[in-house]
């Protein structure tokens, strides 16, 4: 008999073609994947990047048992991290705007994790800077892995999504957007080096008054150290209205139930892929599970 924790069930998420909604493109013989990030146990990307920033962390004595994981997250770091500590034995504490899902509030509460609100209006930049005001009061309590700047982050996508997602479609282009960045930067360095002439296409929120939840308008907020915009080949900008509308096809013509920024980097990824020629093979990620948004917008009034 064999057993295994939660931390072995990340990753190797399928890649699903998206047949049904790039049928109408009025482009013949481009071809858009997606991979299902939110196969993930905690229910989203992000549990690749937590999970290696806490292996790292105990790996190097930086996490013990006496301290504290902290960080902040617009939610699903956090509900990774509480996930983890959980199975681990780690106590967890996560600065996240109040303005986050009640979904999301409630499974970090759920794991046994602690959540300190703060102000909405700061956003996520908000979250960090309250989290570094912790950190410096008390640096010996705590772990705090700062996933903005932390090259772990990128390394597991570089290690794991890149790898996966290349021998699982071949990607000719890539797009995706950007929280802290380490999705879109570790899967496509590692797409580049297996093939140079793979097209890297970064989205990005349109306004910096965005409601795509987990995305980071670059432009007007606080750079992760992590990012480096040398690696994008292009751009695309996309919408609230136009990321809601996606996800919601997305459930209705695909079956694939997810939150905003899946519909965001879908949306995206069709606005390339119209643009392409025949051959063509577009892949981007579905970042989260739907159920995190049921009291939001998205899909409050289904
Ligand atoms: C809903 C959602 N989508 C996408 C992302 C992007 O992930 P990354 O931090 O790897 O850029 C995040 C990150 O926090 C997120 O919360």
């Known amino acids: 008999m064999t057993s295994s ?5 990340v990753g190797n998420t399928p890649v699903i073609e998206l047949k049904r909604i790039s049928a109408g493109l009025g482009v013949s013989g481009v071809s858009v994947f997606a ?6 146990p905690s229910g989203s990307v992000k549990d690749r990047a937590a999970r290696a920033m806490l292996l790292h962390g105990i790996g190097t004595g930086q996490l013990n048992k006496d301290k504290t994981i902290l960080d902040s997250t617009s939610g699903n770091t956090g509900i990774a991290y509480a996930m983890f500590g959980a199975a681990l034995g780690y106590k967890v504490e996560l600065f996240m705007p109040s303005n986050a899902s009640a979904e ?12 300190v609100e703060t102000d909405p209006l700061e956003g ?19 772990f705090f892995p700062n996933q903005y700047d932390n090259f772990e982050n990128v390394r597991a996508h570089y290690e794991t999504t890149g790898v996966e997602l290349y ?9 995706a957007g950007t929280g802290t960045s380490g999705t879109f930067m570790g ?19 349109d306004s910096p008054f965005h409601g795509l939840e987990g995305m980071k308008h ?13 690696i994008a080949d292009g751009r695309v900008e996309v919408g609230t209205e136009d990321a809601y509308k996606t996800a919601r096809r997305l459930a209705a013509e695909e079956g694939i139930f997810v939150g905003v920024s899946s519909g965001a980097n879908v949306f995206a990824a ?33």
């Open 5 to 9: 924790s939660i931390l072995d069930a």
């Open 35 to 40: 991979k299902a990030e939110y196969f993930n």
């Open 104 to 115: 999301r509030k409630k499974l970090i509460k759920a794991y046994g994790a602690k959540v």
């Open 124 to 142: 996520s930049d908000g979250a960090y800077m309250a989290v570094m005001e912790r950190v410096k009061g008390d640096p010996d309590k705590f």
């Open 167 to 175: 021998k699982q479609c071949k990607p000719t282009h890539f797009v």
């Open 187 to 205: 899967t496509s360095k590692r797409l580049k080096e297996y093939d140079s002439s793979v097209h890297i296409a970064l989205m990005q929120p």
């Open 218 to 230: 670059l432009g007007a907020t606080i750079r992760p150290k992590i990012f480096d915009e040398s």
């Open 270 to 302: 069709l606005e390339l892929a119209k643009t392409l020629p025949e051959g063509s093979r577009v892949a981007t990620i579905l970042c989260d599970n739907g159920y995190r948004y049921m009291t939001e917008p998205l899909w409050r009034d289904v």
